[in-house]
Nanobody, 123 residues
């Protein structure tokens, strides 16, 4: 059974940093895209960043470019999201996703999802 478990969320002041981790189990995702999404209260879930299986392509949402960095450690079956220069508008539940198909660039609704970790940025 595939599981994705996020960690690293918390409360941070504006301008601070957090590093989110997503540990996958149940199968190897070394050849599959993984990504991060977020959902703020009252808003739809939105894409944040993704990374291909080989670590090549790393698309980002415009709102986080230059501040967030996605990376992965295939030996640990884990994907990370380094978040710097955090803003109050980054406050959201952050979700990890992993693709079921090796051809997927950005995981979608029908792929594997974690339960989320809360990030709160105070002003």
């Amino acid at each position: 059974q595939v599981q994705l478990v996020e960690s690293g969320g918390g409360l941070v002041q504006a301008g601070g940093s957090l590093r989110l981790s997503c540990a996958a189990s149940g199968r190897s995702f070394s050849s599959y895209a993984m990504g991060w999404f977020r959902q703020a209260p009252g808003k739809e879930r939105e894409f944040v960043a993704a990374i291909r299986g080989g670590g090549g392509s790393t698309p980002y949402a415009d709102s986080v470019k230059g501040r967030f960095t996605i990376s992965r450690d295939n030996a640990r079956n884990t994907v990370y999201l380094q978040m710097n220069s955090l803003k109050p508008e980054d406050t959201a539940a952050y979700y990890c996703a992993a693709a079921k198909s090796p051809f997927t660039v950005i995981p979608g609704t029908n792929d594997y999802w974690g339960q989320g970790t809360q990030v709160t940025v105070s002003s």
